[in-house]
């Protein structure tokens, strides 16, 4: 399958400090990726899609001011928990659909970062 | 009602079985279905996707799906210990090909 990374893989910050999340498709180029969050022993919850050249978009809740991304390029995706605080602790994942799978639109994932907020 | 729905199990399997994984979804003009894996504190693995009706093999995985039913299952033959996890189903999104929505989850246990 395709390859999505992640950086970094774990990150522990204190209260009120902003923290920032790499994600990168390492052999194939991805116009959208996607945010998703995970809760311990929960399923995962899409926070917001992510379009190079534009504006993400955030799905209902989700405080963009708060979650700031940034899609430069073609590989590169980044998210940016502003401002963290103890429940912003949780597992960031990323995916990118790899295009050219035709109907199948196959989406990969990072391996996820696991956030920490003290 | 959910989009995607599965039994969120535990669903306990003896090692060597078969173990049937079944999702159903509401949304007909769905395209693609896919099965993830997910160890625990992993991120997931994408296992199998199919978007034809009828079976699609691939090792020890098959996966099945009918639209006129809209059930997708997922079949893992001759279970091992290594298949316990977390299975997600997910479904192509109606409004963007790319969106997808994941089921809940079935937590999955081969015993050895």
Redesign the interface.
């Known amino acids: 399958?395709a390859v999505v990374s992640q950086h970094p893989s774990w990150v522990i910050c204190k209260s009120g400090t902003s923290v920032k999340i790499e994600c990168r498709s390492l052999d194939f180029q991805a116009t959208?990726m996607?945010w998703y969050r995970q809760f311990p022993k929960q399923?995962?919850m899409?926070m917001a899609?992510s379009n190079e050249g534009s504006k993400a978009t955030y799905e209902q809740g989700v405080e963009k001011d708060k979650f700031l991304i940034n899609h430069a390029s073609l590989t590169l995706s980044t998210l940016t928990v502003t401002s963290a605080h103890p429940e912003d602790s949780s597992?960031y994942?990323c995916s990118a659909?790899r295009s050219g799978s035709g109907?199948?639109?196959?989406?990969?994932?990072?391996?996820?970062t696991r956030l920490t907020v003290l | 009602q959910k989009e995607v729905e599965q039994n969120s199990g535990p669903l306990s399997v003896p090692e060597g079985a078969i173990a049937s994984l079944n999702c159903t979804y509401s949304d007909r003009v769905s395209?693609?279905f896919?099965w993830?894996r997910q160890y625990s504190?992993?991120?997931?693995?994408?296992i199998m996707?199919i978007?034809s009706n009828g079976d699609k093999e691939d090792g020890r995985f098959t996966a099945q799906l009918n639209k006129a039913s809209q059930y997708v299952s997922l079949l893992i033959r001759d279970s091992q210990p290594s298949d316990s996890a977390t299975y997600?189903c997910?479904v192509?999104d109606r409004q963007?090909?790319?969106?997808?929505v994941?089921?809940?989850?079935t937590r999955l246990t081969i015993n050895p």
């Open positions: 399958g959208t996607f399923s995962l899409l899609t597992f994942i659909p109907l199948l639109n196959e989406q990969f994932f990072g391996p996820g | 395209q693609s896919f993830y504190g992993k991120s997931p693995e994408l996707s978007y997600l997910a192509n963007g090909a790319q969106k997808l994941f089921g809940q989850g």
